[in-house]
Nanobody, 129 residues
Framework: QVQLVESGGGLVHTGGSLRLSCAAV????????MGWFRQAPGKEREFVAA???????YYTDSVKGRFTSSRDNAKNPAILQMNNLKPEDTDVYYC???????????????????????WGQGTQVTVSS
């Protein structure tokens, strides 16, 4: 069983930055697809960003130019650098991973939460105005 743990959430002012990390516990990712999602209470989980097994990145329009998805090392397979944060970015952020990379062919595959087998517990990001 693969367990993902996010860290790096917190409270910042508008325009501030946060760096989210997603670590795999007791597992080393070699080839995987990784996604970042966010969810507000009572709303559906929303796609934010993703990075393919070969480091191609995808972003939802509202975060383009502000957020950057990247890889770290095998134990921390995903980083989400969030700059110029806005109050509307306030949400619980989740990382997700899947080792069946053949399922992911284009943007439409990365944006669906159903594509991912493994999920972190979420980390709260709050941006004050």
């Amino acid at each position: 069983q693969v367990q993902l743990v996010e860290s790096g959430g917190g409270l910042v002012h508008t325009g501030g930055s946060l760096r989210l990390s997603c670590a795999a516990v007791q597992h080393t990712f070699s080839v995987y697809a990784m996604g970042w999602f966010r969810q507000a209470p009572g709303k559906e989980r929303e796609f934010v960003a993703a990075i393919s097994w070969n480091s191609i990145t995808y972003y939802t329009d509202s975060v383009k130019g502000r957020f950057t998805s990247s890889r770290d090392n095998a134990k921390n397979p995903a980083i989400l650098q969030m700059n110029n944060l806005k109050p509307e970015d306030t949400d619980v952020y989740y990382c997700a991973a899947d080792l069946r990379v053949w399922k992911f062919r284009d943007y439409s595959d990365y944006v669906s939460p159903n594509q991912y087998d493994y999920w972190g517990q979420g980390t709260q990001v709050t941006v004050s105005s």
